[in-house]
């Protein structure tokens, strides 16, 4: 796809709490994630996807003491939900990183903490705040509605201790300049904005530990002070490079964060202070190379109110992909969800979606044209004669495909790629009823012209459908490989220039999305 040079492409999602099992909004970013990836592997970009679960925070110790089990019982059992979503959701990461056990990772948080501290950035001070467990977040009195934390609307706790500091309040013109001129690029605008906004009304310094007796002694400890331990934020912000081993300036540290220009979390737009201010501030003191990109998507809302698990109104994506198989819960995320804004959650459009689009348009386009292939050239792809007019309108929309999926990727908006990927689709479909093959395929028998007519109709499906699937890999990779399963080719097809092996066969044509008998009416 397309003609650029290979690079390099680093990009992850943010790393979940586990303090219970995971809902829809985490699935939808997960779903995000992997198509960046996915595409950024098919254009020929060496490429890394890293996700994990956060498991140091006070959250997951408050669930754990809740359900009267020791908190690494809990985290570890959570987090098998969470590799339990990313197997449902054929999600393709390279690095499953766990901040409560893997070493690497403790030690990459340990080397990063030392090196803000050299840089003379960390200080002790008495301190009082209003603290959201949930959030992992002291708010100052001026941010709650009516009293309660915005994002999970719940009391905050008072909590007074001695902890270590980040001077923050010391990069604050330099936050301001690296995000205003996109050296540091926050996706989308709006987002850009917010951040600017918060950065311009006045930096405060934030706490990075806590003491180790509030979190139960749960967390990766302070260096040389074990009356702490390192505050979530810093510990779980640190795994986009303690991963790649970042500890010892590890090979994969040096080739996807250091000397790569394409750095990018996937995040949702409730943690854009911790990744668009907090983070590159830590990173600009220990002198790291900041990320490059920050895209922030919204959330999904239930009758207008963010989805979480501290509301008790979320959605069971397992269950979702169960019912609904794997393809049509990715479709859903990406085809009819904004990539950036806020989306009220409906299994009834998910299901009209799936009938409309994927059973409808994709899944007939397929059936129909494999079945004519079979009954009107024995199953075999036929060589296409010179394009008539009547082909050359659909061939070229097809030919330049990719060209189009991949603006759209480039900025990030997975709705208007598969958009582009539909209107082939069905560009295609209003071309079979045109061009009729049913009636060449009677006038043949004593018109020429009418055989080598049909001949092109049917080369031109096939070729406008081998190209859908190849568009369509990124999104729906399992709907994808179908498709090319029933033209009879496999994964050398996915190659732009890939022609038509002599004498393939096509296979028994079958649904690829049975239509939904009953669907929600509500």
């Not at 830590?282 to 959330?299: I, K």
Request: with cysteine; hydrophobic share 40%; proline share 5%.
């Amino acid at each position: 796809m397309g003609t650029r040079a290979m690079s390099k492409f680093y990009i992850t999602t943010a790393i979940p709490y586990v303090n219970a099992a995971p809902h829809v909004g985490f699935g939808l970013e997960a779903v995000q994630v992997d198509a960046l990836a996915r595409y950024h592997r098919q254009i020929g970009d060496d490429t890394f996807f890293l996700t994990g679960s956060d498991d140091n925070s006070i959250t997951n110790v408050r669930a754990a003491e809740r359900e009267g089990m020791p908190v690494a019982e809990l985290v570890a059992r959570n987090t098998q939900g969470f590799l339990e979503l990313h197997r449902r959701l054929d999600i393709g990461y390279d690095k499953f990183i766990r901040t409560s056990v893997d070493a690497i990772h403790a030690q990459g948080a340990a080397r990063l903490w030392t090196a803000v501290a050299v840089a003379g950035d960390l200080y002790r001070k008495d301190f009082h705040g209003l603290y959201c467990p949930s959030c992992e977040l002291f708010y100052d009195e001026n941010e709650l509605v009516d009293g309660l934390c915005p994002e999970h609307l719940t009391a905050p706790e008072p909590v007074q201790e001695n902890n270590w500091f980040f001077r923050l309040s010391k990069y604050q013109d330099q936050l301001d300049d690296l995000i205003s001129s996109d050296q540091y690029r926050v996706i989308p605008g709006t987002r850009k904005n917010e951040v600017l906004s918060f950065i311009r009304s006045g930096l405060q310094d934030f706490s990075v530990s806590r003491s180790t007796e509030r979190a139960r002694g749960w967390g990766i400890p302070v260096p040389e002070d074990p009356t702490q331990v390192m505050y979530v934020w810093f510990d779980a912000l640190s795994n986009y490079i303690t991963a790649l081993d970042y500890a010892h300036d590890g090979e994969l540290y040096q080739r996807y964060w250091v000397d790569n220009p394409a750095r990018v979390h996937g995040v949702g737009k409730g943690i854009i202070r911790f990744h668009a201010v907090y983070w590159p501030a830590m990173l600009l003191s220990a002198r790291v190379p900041l990320p490059t990109t920050l895209f922030v998507h919204g959330y999904y809302t239930v009758d207008g109110r963010k989805m979480s698990k501290s509301l008790g109104n979320t959605v069971n994506p397992v269950a979702m992909v169960d019912k609904y198989g794997t393809e049509a819960v990715r479709y859903y995320f990406l085809g009819a969800t904004s990539p950036t804004g806020d989306g009220d959650f409906s299994i009834a459009e998910l299901e009209a979606r799936y009938n409309a689009d994927l059973a409808n348009d994709l899944g007939n386009l397929v059936n129909r044209s494999v079945t004519m292939i079979q009954r009107y050239r024995e199953g075999r792809v036929p060589n296409a004669p010179a394009p008539a007019d009547e082909d050359a309108a659909l061939q070229s929309a097809g030919a330049t495909l990719a060209d189009r999926v991949g603006a759209a990727m480039d900025g990030f908006d997975f709705q208007l790629a598969i958009s582009e990927i539909w209107a082939v689709i069905g560009s295609a479909n209003r071309y079979i009823e045109t061009q009729a093959p049913w009636k060449l395929a009677k006038a043949e028998v004593d018109d020429e012209n009418s055989r080598s007519r049909l001949d092109s109709v049917l080369a031109t499906l096939a070729q406008t459908l081998r190209l859908v699937a190849v568009n369509l890999q990124p999104f729906l990779p399992g709907a994808a490989a179908e498709i090319l399963d029933q033209l009879g080719v496999g994964d050398d097809a996915f190659r732009p220039s890939w022609t038509w092996p002599v004498g393939v066969l096509v296979s028994e044509p079958k649904p690829i999305f049975p239509r939904l008998e009953r669907t929600v009416t509500a």
